[in-house]
């Protein structure tokens, strides 16, 4: 039996204790529980055997760093996770205690367990199980773990900006992402980038009687309402002036790929998204609709009177926080001008209106014809004995692109997580067969490498 095998409760009982700490990176009040999860995973890779982990102070939540570098001639892996959640609202709609982790059949359930608690611990344990059973790592490893990935990840930006020698690499190892499938091992290759912030419209300097000024007086919730109206049609086009002028369509042969994967449409509606039918661009595949394509989407709106009762007042302003999704081979920076002045342009009379970013990551677009992603998913193909498959993610790792623009080098992205895992969601839960074959496949990987 291996290390891996006989230290299966353990491996739990060490995840149920990261996911008991509240690390919701977003809310002010719970920032001394981010840095108790930050010193967790420090400890962890001490434990672990690396040869030395420590916290990387600086604007915001602490780094984790950690390495071990004696396996000279071979490559170098840096693992990259983050320890930060996201808030567990609402909290109503959760079946068990969001931080008082809960396995019901072969399911851990707790905020972070999929994303991405679970499977950074993967990582950390993946190294651990190498180190004690033989005492050594077939190839050099680093970790750099973050805790505001929830929030814009700027603090990590910053330091890897600076490209300090010690990040110094040969591929970054990722486990943030899903698998297509249950016991479908899946490496994804393609991220879509984000434009997030706040649209906010003001109207007259005070909030006015709807009975008194009704008719005369400007609207900010009505014109928020005609902005985003402006922004995107009833079907699901984008209609900001040159946004899709730099998308780089899937190639035929990646068509064909995702053709051929196992997929139940009313399935993936019903029960997986919980709707009724799916919206969008109705000429556009859709698995093509949400990894590779452009999104617009309005996350919240605030403004006037929302109590119990009735309060008949025109609102001094309105706000909506609002996305787009980026693919390649569009810009952040530019997508978000573009977006600025569409809300100009929609903007009705007797109010102002500015778009606000709040943060933005580029997409990311990685080749699979290199030696490092070949490795992974012929070891995950042994663990799980099927033919790994790789696919796009919907989502925003806005590492990877940092990655690439500072050190250079490809992300693999190992996922373990299920589509079913109600990420940001209540009830979020990790598999737990999942997390035990995503340990050795993380194992079996650096050994491969190390040949």
């Given at each position: 039996m291996s290390y891996y095998q006989q230290h299966r409760s353990e491996f739990v009982e060490g995840l149920r204790a990261f996911l008991r700490i509240p690390s919701v990176s977003t809310l002010p009040e719970h920032s001394s529980d981010v840095r108790r999860a930050a010193e967790f995973v420090r400890e962890e890779l001490r434990t672990a055997g690396m040869s030395f982990a420590e916290l990387i102070e600086g604007k915001g939540h602490p780094l984790v760093y950690a390495e071990w570098m004696n396996a000279p001639g071979k490559p170098t892996i840096l693992f990259y996770g983050h320890y930060d959640v996201q808030p567990a609202d609402p909290l109503e709609e959760w079946k068990s205690p969001p931080f008082e982790p809960e396995i019901r059949g072969q399911d851990i359930f707790a905020r972070g367990s999929s994303d991405d608690k679970g499977q950074t611990y993967i990582q950390i344990k993946a190294v651990e199980g190498l180190l004690?059973?033989?005492?050594?790592?077939?190839?050099?490893?680093?970790?750099?773990?973050?805790?505001?990935?929830?929030?814009?990840?700027?603090?990590?930006?910053?330091?890897?900006?600076?490209?300090?020698?010690?990040?110094?690499?040969?591929?970054?190892?990722?486990?943030?992402?899903?698998?297509?499938?249950?016991?479908?091992?899946?490496?994804?290759?393609?991220?879509?980038?984000?434009?997030?912030?706040?649209?906010?419209?003001?109207?007259?300097?005070?909030?006015?009687?709807?009975?008194?000024?009704?008719?005369?007086?400007?609207?900010?919730?009505?014109?928020?309402?005609?902005?985003?109206?402006?922004?995107?049609?009833?079907?699901?086009?984008?209609?900001?002036?040159?946004?899709?002028?730099?998308?780089?369509?899937?190639?035929?042969?990646?068509?064909?790929?995702?053709?051929?994967?196992?997929?139940?449409?009313?399935?993936?509606?019903?029960?997986?998204?919980?709707?009724?039918?799916?919206?969008?661009?109705?000429e556009v595949p859709l698995f093509e609709r949400v990894w590779a394509r452009p999104t617009l989407e309005v996350h919240g709106i605030r403004g006037g009177f929302t109590g119990e009762g009735a309060k008949t007042v025109i609102p001094a302003r309105a706000v909506a926080k609002v996305s787009t999704r980026l693919v390649a081979d569009q810009r952040p920076e530019e997508a978000a001008q573009q977006l600025k002045n569409a809300v100009k342009a929609a903007c009705p009379r007797g109010v102002r209106a500015e778009f606000r970013v709040i943060h933005s990551a580029a997409p990311s677009l990685t080749n699979p014809d290199n030696r490092f992603i070949h490795a992974a998913a012929q070891a995950m193909n042994q663990v799980f004995g099927k033919e790994t498959v790789f696919i796009r993610s919907g989502g925003s790792i806005p590492i990877v692109g940092v990655f690439d623009q500072y050190l250079g080098i490809p992300s693999v992205m190992m996922g373990f997580g299920l589509p079913d895992d109600n990420l940001h969601a209540p009830n979020e839960k990790f598999h737990l067969p999942n997390f035990f074959r995503g340990i050795e496949s993380v194992a079996l990987y650096l050994e491969m490498l190390g040949r």
């Open positions: 004690k059973s033989t005492g050594k790592l077939p190839v050099n490893v680093k970790f750099l773990i973050e805790g505001e990935e929830e929030t814009g990840g700027e603090h990590i930006e910053e330091y890897v900006r600076t490209r300090p020698p010690r990040l110094k690499a040969d591929a970054a190892v990722i486990c943030d992402t899903e698998m297509f499938a249950p016991g479908l091992p899946t490496i994804c290759i393609g991220l879509r980038g984000i434009v997030y912030g706040e649209l906010v419209v003001e109207g007259a300097n005070h909030d006015l009687h709807s009975g008194v000024y009704g008719g005369a007086a400007p609207n900010p919730i009505q014109a928020i309402a005609q902005i985003l109206c402006a922004l995107k049609d009833s079907n699901g086009h984008i209609s900001i002036p040159g946004f899709y002028d730099r998308v780089i369509p899937p190639d035929p042969q990646e068509r064909e790929a995702w053709a051929r994967l196992p997929f139940d449409e009313t399935e993936y509606t019903q029960k997986e998204m919980g709707a009724a039918e799916l919206v969008g661009e109705p």
